[in-house]
């Protein structure tokens, strides 16, 4: 039984069940977390280290949560947000463009990933993600796999509906672009 966001906030208010509602959160959240963050960052260690940074986060802030969101869309520009700080430092760290260069080394941690157990069309999938443009590949990510809605990907990214339809339109023609003409 999935336990509501109401019910782990409100055990989160009281001292006595924190513990356990946070425990609540992890179990509902960790994994979708983990995943978005590992689509993005593709490394599984990589990930795991930035899934625990966001979920202490999440324990430090979560006393602080303004139901002006929905508890998920919360955790999702935490873990977006945090996803892209580790990749602009990784970057700043190989002084070279996140969309150039960092797109070929995250196909080769890809490909060399012994937690990647997908067959060759996912593979080949994950290839043309990468060389999409950071905000095209997030946008994508979002809405092919995690199957959320333009207004929630707007309430995360802070960006208009509109926009973020044409970058994930501009992303499935670019995709489709490499995945017909790839072999």
């Known amino acids: 039984m999935q336990v509501e966001d109401s019910e782990i906030l409100e055990k989160f208010a009281q001292e006595n069940t924190r513990e356990e509602a946070f425990s609540l959160l992890l179990n509902k959240y ?3 977390i983990y995943w978005h963050i590992r689509r993005m960052v593709i490394d599984h260690d990589d990930t795991d280290d930035l899934v625990q940074d966001v979920f202490i986060k999440v324990w430090k802030s979560l006393s602080n949560f303004r139901s002006d969101s929905q508890l998920f869309t919360w955790l999702y520009r935490i873990a977006t947000n945090e996803s892209i700080t580790f990749l602009n430092r990784k970057k700043l760290r190989n002084s070279v463009s996140l969309d ?3 797109g070929k080394d995250l196909i080769e941690t890809l490909a060399e990933s012994p937690y990647f157990d997908g067959d060759k ?3 080949k999938l994950q ?3 990468l060389t999409l443009p950071e905000k095209q590949r997030l946008v994508f ?3 092919y796999f ?3 809605k333009y207004e929630e990907i707007s309430e995360i990214l802070g960006t208009s509906v509109g926009a973020l339809k044409a970058s994930f339109h501009i992303a499935v023609k670019k995709i489709e672009h490499i995945l017909l003409n790839s072999d």
């Open 141 to 143: 990510n979002m809405k």
């Open 146 to 148: 995690d199957d959320l």
């Open 121 to 123: 069309a996912q593979m």
């Open 127 to 129: 290839q043309a993600l």
């Open 30 to 32: 960790q994994q979708k």
């Open 100 to 102: 150039e260069s960092a």
